[in-house]
Structures are given as structure tokens and as C-alpha cells.
T-cell receptor, first 110, second 114 residues
Framework: EDQVTQSPEALRLQEGESSSLNCSYT??????LFWYRQDPGKGPEFLFT?????EEKEKERLKATLTKKESFLHITAPKPEDSATYLC???????????WGAGTKLIIKP | SQTIHQWPATLVQPVGSPLSLECTVE??????LYWYRQAAGRGLQLLFY??????ISSEVPQNLSASRPQDRQFILSSKKLLLSDSGFYLC?????????????FGPGTRLTVT
């Protein structure tokens, strides 16, 4: 069964403490892996798309990387405003749909 | 630039009542449109998607339905709500054609069925 699993479910960090979030997938024929940020009570906000193993994308304190079986969202020296739930999703074969992970809730304490 | 709107933002409805949620997109033509439901602590569940006016695909059997009466309008409906219909409903759009498959989301509607 095609799946997307995110870990950990929740992560609490001190401000400035770098860490990584994981998104592992078991789909065949990956056609894109997507990272989103979601604030409480709001719609997800698009961050990155990764298409092939070895690809990296950066935005401010966030860097997303992709291997053949998983993606990491690295957060460097996070600030309290980086607190949010981070979602990943994958597109496989020629589908219009995305398979979504359950998300990682990131809390950055000042 | 493109903008997506959803309304209402919050809704409290009794069991058995009808439902109509609306989504509109501005600044693009012929978008692919999606309705999702998000339960607490779970991933997004795709309910319906549409590649054009009057073209609706359903992913999950349920008492919900969707319609696309205009190019940039997507409506989610129910004739009789169930308690299990409570949740956070999200509309999303994607540019059609050979482009990136990232989807862009509206602000969502929080539905509570009592």
C-alpha cells in the first residue's frame, strides 16, 4: 500500500536549536514530493517541491532534501515564528492526487 | 496573482441539516480544484477533485457531493449532515497543464455538526 509517514509526530525545540523532520514514502514512480507549513486554523502554505533524489531546496531557515525513500526538512537556528505543523505529500505515476502524511507539529520555545 | 477564497470560515449545523460550502479562485483559468477534509492529527483526506466545469471525481463514498458550475467555482454540499461530517474542510487549486503539481489552499472552513 502506498504510504507517507512523517516523524516525529511532535517536536519541541529551544530557539536556535537545529533539527530535522522526516517524511518517508513507499510509493513507486515518485513524481514529486511536496512540503507545506500549516498554522493552527489555517490552510496549508506551500514551501517546496522536490522531484529527484539528491535534490535540495532552501528557504530562509528551512532546507528540504530528498533520497529515494525519504525526505528531510532541516530547520537551522529556528525561531518561535517557525512553530507550525509541517506536512509532506507525494505524487506518484500520473495521478492528479497527492498522498499526505499526518504532519509533524513543531514547537519552538523562546 | 492567484487568490483562493472559502466561505463561511466557521459553521455550526445540526445533524440532518443541509450543507453548502463555496470555494472560488481568482487570477487563473481552468484550474484543477480539490476538496479535502482534515481531521485532527491526521493527513488530508481527498474528497473530490475537478479538472473542468461539470467534471467531478469522487474519492470517498459518503453523503457529500460536489459541483463545479463555473470555471473557478467549486461547491461542496450535503443534503443531510452526519456527526461524522465534522472537520476542517479545505479547498485547493492547481494550475492545469504541464506544470508543477503543487496545490494551493484556501483558508478552510471549520464545520461542527451538533
Amino acid at each position: 500500500e502506498d504510504q507517507v509517514t512523517q516523524s516525529p509526530e511532535a517536536l519541541r525545540l529551544q530557539e536556535g536549536e537545529s533539527s530535522s523532520l522526516n517524511c518517508s514514502y513507499t510509493v513507486s514512480g515518485l513524481r514529486g514530493l511536496f512540503w507545506y507549513r500549516q498554522d493552527p486554523g489555517k490552510g496549508p502554505e506551500f514551501l517546496f517541491t522536490l522531484y529527484s533524489a539528491g535534490e535540495e531546496k532552501e528557504k530562509e531557515r528551512l532546507k528540504a532534501t530528498l533520497t529515494k525513500k525519504e525526505s528531510f526538512l532541516h530547520i537551522t537556528a529556528p525561531k518561535p515564528e517557525d512553530s507550525a505543523t509541517y506536512l509532506c505529500a507525494v505524487r506518484w505515476d500520473s495521478n492528479y492526487q497527492l498522498i499526505w502524511g499526518a504532519g509533524t507539529k513543531l514547537i519552538i520555545k523562546p | 496573482s492567484q487568490t483562493i477564497h472559502q466561505w463561511p470560515a466557521t459553521l455550526v449545523q445540526p445533524v440532518g441539516s443541509p450543507l453548502s460550502l463555496e470555494c472560488t479562485v481568482e487570477g487563473t483559468s481552468n484550474p484543477n480544484l480539490y476538496w479535502y477534509r482534515q481531521a485532527a492529527g491526521r493527513g488530508l483526506q481527498l474528497l473530490f477533485y475537478s479538472v473542468g466545469i461539470g467534471q467531478i471525481s469522487s474519492e470517498v463514498p459518503q453523503n457529500l457531493s460536489a459541483s463545479r458550475p463555473q470555471d473557478r467555482q467549486f461547491i461542496l454540499s450535503s443534503k443531510k449532515l452526519l456527526l461524522s461530517d465534522s472537520g476542517f474542510y479545505l479547498c485547493a487549486w492547481r494550475a492545469s497543464g504541464r506544470s508543477g503539481y503543487e496545490q494551493y489552499f484556501g483558508p478552510g472552513t471549520r464545520l461542527t455538526v451538533t
